[in-house]
């Protein structure tokens, strides 16, 4: 195998949290036990310059590969437009990023899903100034609810709403793009984590919160190991697959008739489902990268 050079590039404005940085060495770490020079930029280092005979981003020709681990489309965008191997790919990156573009990819393709009503369009500093349309969203979902803005991570910007006047606060609070979605109660608390690397599953685990319905971590769940049954191992492939991602998250609720499709996050963190399993996910992406990219 020939020597490999690649960058890893992440968000500037997130390098100061802890779990981006360990990201970040992980993966390094990882590419240099295999004698693969992997080199850390941000994405203000990397900033697209438009002139009159191009874009211009000063990179050399020699780099063999990037790995994006941010959600800055447009620099992703730019830098396939120069030639460049991403993983994952800029397309792929902005559907995870918008959860309306994931139930719009996956719907009809044989992925079980909450039933799901996209907001309609409203803009910064207006709102959602008439909130009428929340009663034709209760009819088509019941109640409670689940109410997610399109854009967020880490379960943040998810809430439930209990009824009308709980989901007209929630909406006239906000002017972000939104989605609502089916409550399914059989998953309260409780999902599956499924790390895919390369159309393979590679880890999992069981996140469990006794007092939230949010799953995540950061809002206080737990975490243990977990093997995923057939059928949410074909779900979480197949998600991967339909987006066309190298890598992924793909998050997985207990429905009551069998697995239901939550999220996929494009540059999910791996450092959680080390602890838990003991799997260190950044050696199969640098395996994968070197699958892909070395000969």
Not at 55 to 61: A, E, M, T
Not at 94 to 120: F, H, W, Y
Not at 265 to 274: D, V
Request: include cysteine; hydrophobic fraction near 40%.
């Amino acid at each position: 195998m020939r020597n490999l050079n690649g960058w890893i590039i992440s968000n500037r404005f997130l390098n100061s949290k802890e779990k981006f940085l360990q990201l970040n060495r992980r993966l390094i770490l990882a590419a240099q036990n295999r004698g693969i020079q992997l080199t850390h930029y941000s994405n203000d280092q990397l900033m697209v310059q438009f002139e009159n005979d191009g874009l211009k981003l000063g990179i050399s020709k020699k780099l063999d590969f990037v790995i994006f681990m941010d959600k800055d489309v447009q620099l992703a965008k730019a830098l396939e437009q120069e030639g460049f191997r991403l993983f994952n790919s800029a397309k792929a990156i902005e559907i995870c990023d918008d959860k309306a573009l994931t139930a719009m990819a996956v719907s009809g393709k044989g992925i079980k899903l909450p039933r799901t009503v996209l907001a309609p369009k409203t803009f910064e500093g207006i709102g959602y100034s008439n909130l009428e349309f929340l009663e034709s969203v209760i009819i088509k979902l019941g109640l409670p609810l689940v109410v997610k803005e399109c854009f967020g991570s880490f379960g943040q910007q998810v809430y439930l709403a209990n009824d009308l006047e709980g989901l007209q606060q929630i909406v006239s609070n906000t002017s972000k793009p939104l989605l609502f979605q089916e409550y399914i109660s059989s998953s309260y608390g409780r999902d599956i984590r499924i790390q895919v690397v390369g159309g393979k599953v590679v880890a999992s685990m069981l996140r469990v919160n006794k007092n939230d319905f949010r799953a995540n971590i950061t809002n206080g769940a737990t975490m243990e190991s977990y093997h995923p049954s057939v059928e949410e191992c074909e779900m979480a492939l197949k998600v991967c697959e339909i987006i066309g991602v190298d890598f992924a998250g793909v998050d997985i609720l207990f429905g009551k008739e069998g697995p239901v499709f939550c999220e996929i996050n494009s540059n999910a963190h791996i450092e959680n489902i080390f602890t838990c399993t003991g799997i260190d996910v950044a050696e199969s992406i640098i395996d994968y990268v070197i699958k892909e990219v070395g000969e």
